[in-house]
């Protein structure tokens, strides 16, 4: 299972340029904003299928992924806004 290749940590598949996956990484951070924590609890899920499916072959990796995913998602509590 490839799914760095198929899906690069950016977001844009492998043959496109980075403008478009930096275009798709905004507008899915703008639907997500306000649903950090929900959106957090599914990278995870979808981490543990992985590991699941694939036996834990490709943990490390699948972790790798996760993290860098919620590290672009954002924290679970976002602070509050400025008044």
Request: proline residues 8%.
């Amino acid at each position: 299972m490839r799914i760095a290749g198929v899906w690069n940590i950016l977001g844009a598949p492998d043959n496109e340029p980075k403008e478009t996956a930096m275009s798709m990484m905004d507008k899915l951070k703008q639907m997500l904003k306000g649903h950090e924590k929900q959106a957090n609890q599914g990278v995870d899920k979808a981490g543990d299928y992985v590991d699941g499916r694939t036996e834990g072959k490709y943990r490390t990796q699948t972790d790798m992924a996760q993290e860098q995913l919620k590290r672009r998602i954002g924290p679970e509590d976002p602070p509050p806004p400025a008044r």
